[in-house]
């Protein structure tokens, strides 16, 4: 399958822990990535090649992978972490990127 | 940086071009590739396509009849066609940099431009 499928919204307490997971068969043979997009702006990359932070993102964000599921975790989530993130990845013929659908984080 | 310009509203039919400049990277650089994405209004992100250093090409299949792209070395700056648009092409249109390690994580994005596909 190419498609890859994230729950629409999910909600965290202030400071409190939250996964975000992605499903897919092609992440069992190609690395995720996720973006944060917060409203009215551009998307931006928070997790790469599964577990790598991009320079200026808080350690607060890791990623991790079991099988096709592949997950970000907000450790200490803020109220600045509020948006939508996106994972991606390749189809399964390596060739195109895809995205998934999104999920919606409302830090309450 | 990356800097997306477009028409902002294109007659259906019609075809769009965008075009993105570049700056503190070299589009010949074999280190990235540059890539396309959109974001119709309240929806997803959709992969468009991307180019590399040497002008080779990938498209989302889906667009692939309707897509082509180029690199203006030059001016450094690459752009996008996309043919025969439609009501369904209005989005948000993103240019990013990704990198040619494996992953192809896009580490740099421009800010966006608006197509509105009316007549």
């Known amino acids: 399958s190419s498609e890859l499928t994230q729950d629409p919204a999910v909600s965290v307490a202030l400071g409190q822990t939250v996964k975000i997971t992605c499903q897919g068969d092609?992440?069992?043979?190609?690395?995720t990535n996720w973006y944060q997009q917060r409203p009215g702006q551009a998307p931006a990359l928070v997790i790469y090649?599964?577990?790598n932070r991009p320079s200026g993102i808080p350690d607060r964000f890791s990623g991790s992978r079991s099988g096709g599921t592949s997950s970000l975790t907000i450790s200490g989530a803020q109220a600045e972490d509020e948006g939508d993130y996106y994972c991606?990845?390749?189809?399964?013929?390596?060739?195109?990127?895809?995205f998934g659908g999104g999920t919606k984080v409302t830090v309450l | 940086q990356l800097q997306e310009s477009g028409p902002g509203l294109v007659k259906p039919s019609e075809t769009l071009s965008l075009t993105c400049s570049v700056s503190?990277?070299?589009?010949?650089?074999?280190?990235?590739?540059w890539a396309w994405i959109r974001q119709p209004p309240g929806k997803g992100l959709e992969w468009l396509g991307r180019?590399?250093?040497?002008?080779?090409?990938s498209f989302n299949p889906s667009l692939q009849s309707r897509l082509l792209s180029s690199l203006d070395t030059s001016k450094n700056e690459f752009s996008l066609q996309l043919t025969s648009v439609t009501a369904a092409d209005t989005a948000v249109y993103f240019c990013?940099?990704?990198?040619?390690?494996?992953?192809?994580?896009?580490?740099?994005w421009g800010q966006g431009t608006k197509v509105t596909v009316s007549s």
């Open positions: 092609s992440l069992r043979s190609y690395y």
């Open positions: 503190g990277d070299s589009v010949s650089s074999l280190n990235y590739y």
């Open positions: 990013a940099r990704g990198s040619s390690a494996a992953g192809g994580a896009l580490h740099v």
């Open positions: 090649g599964e577990n």
């Open positions: 991606s990845s390749r189809d399964s013929g390596g060739d195109h990127a895809i």
């Open positions: 180019i590399y250093y040497s002008g080779r090409t």
